[in-house]
Nanobody, 114 residues
Framework: QVQLVESGGGLVQAGGSLRLSCAAS????????MGWYRQAPGKQREWVAS???????YYGDSVKGRFTIFRDTAKNTVYLQMNSLKPEDTAVYYC????????WGQGTQVTVSS
């Protein structure tokens, strides 16, 4: 099993920045990729970004050029650096680890005020 703990959410003004963290523990050797998703009120969960075990990074169109996913393998932590935030980025952000099954974190709230 894999346990994921997210942190770093909060309230920020439009144009500001936040960095989210997702610390993994447990069977981390089994993780193929990790990603960030978000869910705004009344909307479906949306994929934001992913990073594979070999370090390849992928981004959703709505965040490309503004968000960066990266990792610290020594800390078993994946980060999401969010710059130029917009009110439409407001959502609960979830971390996911992909193994033979998917594991999700508890989510962290990001609120961007206009």
């Amino acid at each position: 099993q894999v346990q994921l703990v997210e942190s770093g959410g909060g309230l920020v003004q439009a144009g500001g920045s936040l960095r989210l963290s997702c610390a993994a523990s447990g069977s981390i050797f089994s993780i193929n990729s990790m990603g960030w998703y978000r869910q705004a009120p009344g909307k479906q969960r949306e994929w934001v970004a992913s990073i594979t075990s070999i370090g390849s990074m992928y981004y959703g169109d709505s965040v490309k050029g503004r968000f960066t996913i990266f990792r610290d393998t020594a800390k078993n932590t994946v980060y999401l650096q969010m710059n130029s935030l917009k009110p439409e980025d407001t959502a609960v952000y979830y971390c996911k680890a992909v193994t033979s099954v998917d594991y999700w974190g508890q989510g962290t709230q990001v609120t961007v005020s206009s």
